[in-house]
């Protein structure tokens, strides 16, 4: 499967037999690709960069790889054949760009997990435990945290392609995304740093996600929510078709918002 833009080509695999957006690719991922490398690239080099249900395919989160970020985290579930499938394509994406940053594929359940270390640091909530595998172990997938070489002032960028569509996972979602959110010096204790950085002020952070209506959940609801957790959201691109999309077959209006 080709996932280009005029400026940024991507072959990567999925698995559409198993019928679930988590396998293959929706309409909603290339469009946010398409935008990431016509209009938001150059934040783009130097970031850290975190996928939140990136799937089997991880194509936003490559793409910023591609295009100079200093360090991609790819986040999905720990269930099925997605995480391996999403560590094929990352090899894949080095054989075209052997120069790439470093990227990383971790397990994630929204809320429970942090997506940059991997680390369980919360028990789900309800909403989402109630819909896990019977049996799932949720714990510890023991990985490391980023390295301090790719810490503090440089610009944190969150992704998401067509994540907010289940109602029940607005909050979990939410919470994973400001688990992303840098602190800043003065609340890591560091007055010296402090002092010395804009009003103490936490590294950029935001959040670019391509959002559909489609499913049972409503984008207004999921902005409501965002903004009731003190975060501000901006629409970039006003509703359009996501673009090709056959492995799915889904044609949502897809627009383009930056959480911040």
């Given amino acids: 499967m080709l996932i280009a833009s005029d400026l940024l080509p991507l072959q990567l695999s999925s698995l559409p037999q198993h019928g679930s957006g988590m396998f293959g690719l929706w309409g909603a991922a290339p469009r946010l ?70 990227i990383e594929v971790r397990a994630c359940v929204w809320g429970c997990h942090c997506p940059l270390s991997g680390r369980k640091i919360r028990e789900p909530d309800e909403a989402v435990k109630d819909k896990l595998p019977p ?24 992704l998401g392609a067509d994540i907010a569509y289940q109602p029940w996972q607005y909050q979990a979602l939410l919470q994973s995304i400001c688990d992303c959110r840098p ?16 009003a103490g002020g936490p590294p950029p952070f935001v959040a670019l996600l391509a959002l559909a209506e489609r499913g049972g ?31 799915i077959g889904t044609d949502a209006l897809v627009s383009i918002w930056m959480l911040s």
């Fill in 217 to 247: 959940g409503s984008l207004s609801d999921f902005l409501s929510l965002a903004k009731a957790e003190g975060l501000s959201c901006e629409c970039l691109e006003e509703p359009r078709r996501g673009g090709v999309d056959a492995d």
């Fill in 33 to 102: 690709v398409q935008f990431i490398a016509a209009r938001y690239r150059d934040r783009v080099r130097g970031a850290i960069v975190v996928e939140l249900g990136a799937g089997s395919c991880g194509a936003p989160g490559l793409a910023c790889a591609a295009l100079g970020a200093a360090h991609v985290v790819l986040t999905d579930v720990p269930w099925g054949p997605v995480l391996p499938m999403l560590r094929r394509n990352v090899s894949r994406t080095r054989e075209i760009f052997p120069d790439i940053c470093p």
């Fill in 183 to 198: 602190k800043s010096a003065l609340e890591q204790g560091d007055k010296e740093a402090a002092r010395s950085s804009v």
């Fill in 135 to 158: 049996g799932l172990d949720v714990c510890s997938t023991a990985e490391e945290p980023l390295p301090a070489s790719v810490g503090a002032p440089q610009m944190r960028l969150i």
